[in-house]
T-cell receptor, first 114, second 111 residues
Framework: GAGVSQSPSNKVTEKGKDVELRCDPISGHTALYWYRQSLGQGLEFLIYFQGNSAPDKSGLPSDRFSAERTGGSVSTLTIQRTQQEDSAVYLC????????????FGPGTRLTVL | QKEVEQDPGPLSVPEGAIVSLNCTYSNSAFQYFMWYRQYSRKGPELLMYTYSSGNKEDGRFTAQVDKSSKYISLFIRDSQPSDSATYLCAMTISGNTPLVFGKGTRLSVIA
């Protein structure tokens, strides 16, 4: 079956512009996670959804970052007024919500802010 | 001190060698431990998943967890050039909670 998909695969934007990143989780996976992977920093947790609710937003670095999930499926991560330090690979993962903690990752969106 | 420490390498070994990758952690509440493999410009893929202490073997891969020492390891036997990738350890407290990752170790297996 299909895995986690993300779009776009690459995004180049100018400083100050807004960007939207999309994640399509595996069908039937109710938990969805966003992570950011910066050069030399490893993966950092951003936000977690259970269904359409976000019980943990503790990793969002500033109020320029927001995310939503609709229909318990697709999620969008929005970064407003992008800064150069936002340049990174943004990864989405999904998992079943029955205590099984295997998270399956998408290929990521590579964001470059000029 | 970061919650999870992992030597970034790079680590270079000849084909057929046994590879040992390690992570240490500080949070004694971690119960679930994973190893992910990430090829260049791809998302991480789950290799091994272990609950609490002990060993788990899957083909050429063995994962070990020592909670008393807060230390986890991944061993790769008979390493192959196709094993060349970045290996990330990850851990969490309970099911469906965010993973805390190490920075990853870059491995090259030379033919």
């Amino acid at each position: 079956g299909a895995g986690v998909s993300q779009s776009p695969s690459n995004k180049v934007t100018e400083k100050g512009k807004d960007v939207e990143l999309r994640c399509d989780p595996i069908s039937g996976h109710t938990a969805l996670y966003w992570y950011r992977q910066s050069l030399g920093q490893g993966l950092e947790f951003l936000i977690y959804f259970q269904g359409n609710s976000a019980p943990d937003k503790s990793g969002l670095p500033s109020d320029r970052f927001s995310a939503e999930r609709t229909g318990g499926s697709v999620s969008t991560l929005t970064i407003q007024r992008t800064q150069q330090e936002d340049s990174a690979v943004y990864l989405c993962a999904s998992s079943l919500a029955s205590g099984v903690n295997e998270q399956f990752f998408g290929p990521g969106t590579r964001l470059t802010v000029l | 001190q970061k919650e999870v420490e992992q030597d970034p390498g790079p680590l270079s070994v000849p084909e057929g060698a046994i590879v040992s990758l390690n992570c240490t952690y500080s949070n004694s509440a971690f119960q679930y431990f994973m190893w992910y493999r990430q090829y260049s410009r791809k998302g991480p893929e789950l290799l091994m998943y272990t609950y609490s202490s002990g060993n788990k073997e899957d083909g050429r891969f063995t994962a070990q967890v020592d909670k008393s020492s807060k230390y986890i390891s991944l061993f790769i036997r008979d390493s192959q050039p196709s094993d060349s990738a970045t290996y990330l350890c990850a851990m969490t407290i309970s099911g469906n909670t965010p993973l805390v990752f190490g920075k990853g170790t870059r491995l090259s297996v030379i033919a």
